[in-house]
């Protein structure tokens, strides 16, 4: 794939942060120095929003990989799990996970298993593995492969992703990768950690954030929900009501789709 060209106003002021850089950037031992910088950091959700890609270039030590994560505030969720009797799928229990960000995802120059410990993986949660870790249960009889289970649904929609050897060096020090965001990701503060990692290690690291926002309609249906949940819910029935007569007269005969283990709630 061809590099694209850094802007050179943007390729100044980054070289210029190197000398700036945040304190948990440079580490005390002598360790490389990592900056990264976002071209934009607010995306705005609108009514026609089907997603779109993010960005990220910085500059690191030219003997250092690097690993870009980004990550959403946790939260626990409940799935009703699914389960085939006969010819038909039901919902045979439910299953909480703790600890769960609605948006994950990580790429790297290299596979994480050749560039870092396992247990480095598991403390700076990157990557599947530390991800698998840091999510919990709280019914400690919960078969850990549900976990996986989970991660695989929302791999499927396109808010959690794993992508070795994504990460690429162009000119020197400079780097760049970029993430796409699903319509689906909920609006809020997300945050972006660049690492710098060497002799298995993560020696170095620096942090940006991403705004998320609704704006024009989607925004005032959200401001609905939360302002007058009575109306909200009437309008909803109204729209499910007609949107069900709508698919049933397109699709008549149609035969059930594919189904998932998890269903959320």
């Known amino acids: 794939m061809r590099a694209r060209r850094l802007p050179l106003v943007s390729a100044i002021l980054l070289l210029a942060s190197l000398g700036s850089l945040p304190q948990d950037a440079v580490p005390s031992d002598g360790g490389a120095s990592i900056a990264a910088h976002l071209p934009k950091a607010e995306?705005?959700?609108?009514?026609?929003?089907?997603?779109?890609?993010?960005?990220?270039?910085?500059?690191?030590?030219?003997?250092?990989?690097?690993?870009?994560?980004?990550?959403?505030?946790?939260?626990?969720?409940?799935?009703?799990?699914?389960?085939?009797?006969?010819?038909?799928?039901?919902?045979?229990?439910?299953?909480?996970?703790?600890?769960?960000?609605?948006?994950?995802?990580?790429?790297?120059?290299k596979p994480l298993d050749d560039i870092l410990f396992p247990e480095e993986q598991i403390k700076y949660s990157l990557g599947k593995r530390g991800l698998i870790a840091s999510i919990g249960t709280p019914d400690?009889?919960?078969?850990?492969?549900?976990?996986?289970?989970?991660?695989?649904?929302?791999?499927?929609?396109?808010?959690?992703?794993?992508?070795?050897?994504?990460?690429?060096?162009?000119?020197?020090?400079?780097?760049?990768?970029?993430?796409?965001?699903?319509?689906?990701?909920p609006p809020g503060a997300y945050q972006i950690d660049t690492l710098a990692v060497r002799g298995g290690k993560v020696i170095g690291v620096d942090s940006e954030l991403v705004k998320v926002e609704k704006v024009g309609v989607e925004a005032w249906v959200s401001g609905l929900a939360s302002a007058n949940g009575l109306l909200y819910g009437l309008i909803a029935v109204v729209v499910a009501m007609v949107s069900g007569l709508l698919v049933g007269l397109i699709f008549r005969g149609m035969g059930p789709g594919g189904k998932r283990s998890f269903s959320a709630h």
Do not use: C, Q
């Open 43 to 109: 995306i705005l959700v609108t009514s026609d929003y089907h997603g779109e890609r993010l960005l990220i270039y910085g500059m690191a030590s030219p003997d250092t990989d690097v690993v870009v994560k980004l990550s959403s505030k946790r939260e626990s969720v409940t799935y009703s799990r699914k389960g085939r009797v006969g010819l038909f799928w039901f919902s045979v229990g439910k299953v909480t996970f703790t600890n769960v960000p609605s948006m994950f995802k990580t790429k790297s120059t």
């Open 140 to 185: 400690p009889a919960t078969p850990p492969f549900l976990i996986e289970e989970m991660i695989s649904t929302r791999v499927e929609d396109r808010l959690y992703s794993f992508h070795e050897g994504e990460v690429k060096r162009v000119k020197g020090n400079m780097f760049e990768t970029s993430f796409y965001w699903p319509p689906k990701a």
